[in-house]
């Protein structure tokens, strides 16, 4: 059976830091490309950021370049995102998602939700 | 980038109805990359069809997906009530994915 377990989100003020986590079981992680989705309290869906099964190929919604960092460690079965300089706009539920078939996304996390303020 | 607008908003039908949700896409999607997901409250969002038309695995064959480049559509034949829901498309294109904003089918 799929599993993807988030963990790491919390309350953190405005300028800081998160880093969030993804477990991953079920599969052989390692074949597959991995995101994270995010939805505000109330509102839809949005993509943050992807990454290749190896690591060589990563995009990032543009709200998030240079502020956001997607890895992986294959060898671990784990997925990251590390958010730095945090904005309140960022608060949002965080899931973890793997694309599939027409890169839509087949299995999601249950979600960790991520605060930001003062 | 690709905007998808949905409509209506909020639809009020009762169990047994059919329902018709539109998508409409800024651009031309192609269809192999578009795909419907229904989220509960609570819960996380579940693929419900991708590439316009093939429905997931598990998924009852009321649901049903139509449609390309600009106008895509969601079909529920006869609406059960574990149904109702919010139901988003997606699309994927350049390296990037993007959501329609929603809509609610809620009981009449």
């Known amino acids: 059976e799929v599993q993807l377990v988030e963990s790491g989100g919390g309350l953190v003020q405005p300028g800081g830091s998160l880093r969030l986590s993804c477990a991953a079981s079920?599969?052989?992680?390692?074949?597959?490309?991995m995101s994270w989705v995010r939805q505000a309290p109330g509102k839809g869906l949005e993509w943050v950021a992807n990454m290749k099964h190896d690591g060589s190929e990563k995009s990032y919604v543009d709200s998030v370049k240079g502020r956001f960092t997607i890895s992986r460690d294959n060898a671990n079965n784990s997925l990251y995102l590390q958010m730095n300089s945090l904005r309140a706009e960022d608060t949002a539920v965080y899931y973890c998602a793997r694309p599939r078939v027409g890169a839509s996304f087949d299995f999601w996390g249950q979600g960790t939700l991520v605060t930001v303020s003062s | 980038e690709i905007v998808l607008t949905q409509s209506p908003g909020t639809l009020s039908l009762s169990p047994g109805e059919g329902a018709t949700l539109s998508c409409r896409a800024s651009?031309?999607?192609?269809?192999?990359?578009l795909a419907w997901y229904q989220q509960k409250p609570g819960q996380a969002p579940r693929l419900l069809i991708y590439?316009?038309?093939s429905r997931a695995t598990g998924i009852p064959d009321r649901f049903s997906g139509s449609g390309s480049g600009t106008d895509f559509t969601l079909t529920i034949s006869r609406l059960e009530p574990e149904d109702f829901a919010v139901y988003y498309c997606?699309?994927?294109?350049?390296?990037?994915?993007?959501f329609g904003q929603g809509t609610k089918v809620e009981i009449k």
């Open positions: 079920g599969f052989t992680f390692s074949n597959y490309w």
């Open positions: 590439g316009a038309s």
């Open positions: 997606q699309q994927y294109g350049r390296s990037q994915w993007t």
């Open positions: 651009q031309s999607v192609t269809s192999s990359y």
